[in-house]
Every structure is written in structure tokens, then in C-alpha cells.
């Protein structure tokens, strides 16, 4: 019976690890999502930006696995050569053994500091990025809870005679536990928990410094797993980056279990301590496989190509269909063809509203997947763009078509932005409300839809405004934009004088719609700007100089 208790205090609180660091990567997505994803794209340029970059991203999101989706979107489709994506993943997981180092310290002092700070943060009004870092302050907080509570816990199995029966019956054989391992990381979606995990299990003495050594590169593969399995399989093309991943860390693991007996006395010499071996092998494993796969990443990448064939483009809904690369000699053809493959960004993106809008009034849980599909089409779509229109020669550009390609260049990224909003906010209210089975009434979806049906005609308002440079379309674009800071007011207002249980759910819901749809609008709105700027319609700012000098809105 205790060891029951004991296995389920443990569990307890490897799932307060893994929510704690499932609120960290919410709390930097929602805070930096947008620009993260921009940071990456721009990084895959060569290998040594694509692996700085991929480190850097993954040290912030805590979890090379939500990397590894963000540059096999990328590389899909050819947007983003496939050498640099594979360059990202190698530095993704050199990123999160950044992450491990830090965590084998002790520095479970300071997890109160971090919860308090962030909770403080996260009930702070009018500032949602501040909001969004609390959450991120108090996931970084409990994840160094429950690294110090599992501590605690486990002290007792040393002296457990069932577990160790258990553990010590598999503890020679490194097939068993780097399978054991494997699933651990597979399970938990995230290589640093399955690792720090491990590294528990060193500490008390469950484990030996060979069987560690080996769970960590079950670990690693594990955690390469969850792309794999998870991937869009729709196009083997799109497997490229997860797979050649996943190669990497197998043959990595099929060194290791050779030289494990050298690759433990090196360990063991360059640091004993339970904690910092279970962080230096994570290390030099990733570090090292990673130096001695760059120069191979070529060759790497023809393999795949070779293996893992591009689809038909005329199949793939994000695939360029008019960037024509020899039409960039002629620079008026090339910015025609942008404005046409913007147009079908637009589509797509109009596409995801009538899919969320349908979704309130029915019960579909792949909403989220779906919108999240049309969401990848218009951020292809935009990076396809940009390169195209990079690839144009400025000698060759008069003043008016500089003017144009950076329209284009605002109008596609405006779009995108606008997407991601959808999918990461909108799309996710709607999936979860259809999930819990609530209701709402007529007058309810009705208003929602409303909100639908005018964030679809600010996207007409602001296609018009970008290809007929029609300033009547700007202007009302504006308007909408202000007239959806009155809306929110509005919302904020019948949510607070909401008293039944289910009239603040619903008022909440709403408001939550309205605050997402200005963020669209307020996207979309941007793309009037340089017209109306030009025309001398837009003034600078929105304040004006009060009497008294000071300036108000």
C-alpha cells in the first residue's frame, strides 16, 4: 500500500511538472508567439543561423518538440531550404540541454518568488503581454516545485524493497531502459521533464550512473518521437525535418550503447554528482552528435529528398502557384504575381473565419486541427512571398514599385498575423467550448456571428483597400477598427454586471470573441495604413495635446 501511494505522490507531481511547463511554453507563445515564428523563419538561412536559431527558440519554449513543428511547417513546401531546418532541430536540441543544465541546480529557492511574481503579474489588468509572462513565471515556478517535491519523494524508494526489486531487474540491461525512457519522454511531449525525471531517479539511487547514462538517450529519442507520430503524414515531403530528426538521434544512441562503458568513466570523471552527470551526458550527447552532423547535413538532406519525395504541388493548397522566379527580371510581372498569390492567402484566411464561425453553432473537435491546417497555408503562403519579392533586383526598381513591394510585404505579413490570432485564440475558445458540450442560445450565436460576419467584410475592405487602392475601403477599415473598441467596452461591461453561472460563461465567451476579433481587425486595419498615409488621411497619432499640455486620447 505504500508503495502504491508512493507511485502515485510520484505521478502527482511529474503532471504538476509537465503542466507547469505547458504553462511556460503558453505564456511565451501568447507573449512572443508571433515573433518567434518570424525570428525562426528569418534564422533558417544557412546552418549556423538555422542552428542558433533553433537553440535560442527552444531555450525559451522550454521544448524542442514544439520547435521541431514550427520548422517542419517551415521546410514544408519549400518555403525554407531543408539543410538550415535540419541545422534548427540539431540546435533545438542542444537548447534543451541548455535548459537541463540549469535545472540540475538547486534552485527550488526560488520557486515561491517566481509564483508570487507571477501571479501578480497574471492578475494585472490592461497589459496582456505582462499577463502572459505571469502565467509564464508561475509554470517556470511549479515546474521547480515539483523537480523539489519529486526529490522529496522518492528519498524513500532507496530503501523500498518491491521498487528496487522492480528497477533492479532491468537495471543491467540498456535496451529496457532506454525503452523505458523512450516512453517517458514520448508520454510527457518533452525531453527536459523525462531527463530531470531521470536525473531524480540517479539521486536516491534507484539507478546507476550506466542506466542514467542510457535513459537519457531514451529520452532524446523519445522526445523525437512526438513530431513523427504527430506530423502531418498527408505529404511524406513534410516528414523530412521530424525523421531526419529522429535518424540523428538513433544513430547518436547507437554510439553511445556501444561505448557506454567509456562514455560513463568520462561522465563519472568530469563530474559524479547525480544531478550534474544526468546534465553533462544530455549535454555532451546533444553537443556532440550536433558538431559531427553539421558537416553531414547536405548530404543528409539529399537522402531525404531522395527517400521522401516532393507531392504534386498542384495537391498542396499552400504550394506558390504564381511566383514565377523568372518573372523577378521583369519586376512589374513578379509584383502582379505576388498580389495574386496574396489574394490567395486572403481566401484562405477567409476560409478560417466561416470554419470558426460555423464551429460555435456545432460540435466539431477538429475544428482546432482544421483551422490550424488553413492557418500554415497563409503562413507558407506569406513566407513564400517575401522571398519571392527579396529575390528582386532594387536596381531594377523604380520609386513606385519600392512603394508597392513594401505594400506587399505588409499587407501578406498583416495577414499572417492576423491567422495566427485565429488559431491560437479564437479557433481554441471555440474547439474547447464544442469540447465541454455548452450551449448557447439563439440571441448568443447570433451576436457571434454578427462578429463574424464583419471581421469577414473588414478582410473584403482591406483586400479592396490593397489592390484597387480604394481609400473609401481604408477609411471604413479604420472605422470597424474603432467601432470594435466600443464593442469590447461593451462586452467588458455586460460580463461585469453578469450574476447567473451561465450568463457570466456566456458574457465571458463573448467578450473573449470581441477582444480576439479586434486583434484581427486591428491586423487588418494596418494594411489601409499606407494609403491613407500617403493620401495625407491618416493622422500620426491618436492623441491630441490637452489645455494643460498633458496628452490624452
Known sequence: MAEAWLILELAGYAALLLWGLHMVQSGVMRAYGTRLRQYLGVGLATRARGFAAGMAVTAVLQSSTATAFMVASFCAGGAVALVPGLAAMLGANVGTALIVQVMSFDVSAVAPALILLGVLAFRST??????????????????????????????????????????????????????????????????????????SLHAVGVIGPEAAIVMVVGANIGSALNPVLEGDRSEWARMRVPLGNLANR?????????????????????DPTPARLVANAHLAFNLVFAIV?????????????????????????????????????????????????????????????????????????????????LNEVVDRLNRAVQLYLAGLNPELLGQEEQRRVAEIR????????????????????????AKEGARLDDAMLDAIQALHGRALEQLQLAVAAFMREDVTAARRLIE?????RVEEDEAAQSFSLATDPSAIAAQGLLLEVVRDLKRVGGHLAATAHPLLERMGALRPSRLTEAEDGLATT
Open 126 to 199: 490592461g497589459h496582456a503581454r505582462r499577463r502572459d509572462l505571469g502565467r509564464a513565471g508561475i509554470g517556470l515556478g511549479l515546474m521547480l516545485l515539483a523537480l523539489h517535491m519529486m526529490s522529496v519523494v522518492m528519498a524513500p524508494i532507496e530503501s523500498s524493497p518491491a521498487l528496487r526489486a522492480v528497477l533492479s531487474a532491468v537495471a543491467d540491461q540498456p535496451l529496457p531502459n532506454l525503452l523505458i525512457a523512450a516512453f517517458l519522454a514520448w508520454a510527457m511531449h518533452a525531453s527536459v521533464a523525462a531527463v530531470l525525471f531521470v536525473a
Open 480 to 484: 470597424e477598427k474603432e467601432r470594435m
Open 410 to 433: 505588409t499587407f501578406v505579413l498583416n495577414l499572417e498575423s492576423a491567422g495566427d490570432v485565429l488559431e491560437r485564440s479564437l479557433a481554441r475558445v471555440a474547439a474547447k467550448w
Open 293 to 373: 552532423s553539421l558537416p553531414l547535413l547536405p548530404a543528409a538532406g539529399r537522402l531525404l529528398k531522395r527517400l521522401l519525395p516532393d507531392a504534386d504541388p498542384a495537391g498542396d493548397p499552400a504550394a506558390p502557384r504564381y511566383l514565377d522566379a523568372a518573372a523577378l527580371q521583369s519586376p512589374p510581372v513578379a509584383l502582379a504575381n505576388a498580389e495574386r498569390e496574396a489574394l490567395r492567402q486572403a481566401d484562405a484566411l477567409e476560409e478560417m473565419l466561416r470554419a470558426i464561425s460555423t464551429g460555435f453553432r456545432k460540435e466539431d473537435r477538429d475544428l482546432a486541427k482544421g483551422v490550424a491546417r
Open 250 to 270: 538513433l544513430a547518436g544512441g547507437l554510439v553511445v550503447l556501444a561505448a557506454l562503458p567509456w562514455a560513463t568513466e568520462a561522465m563519472l570523471r568530469l
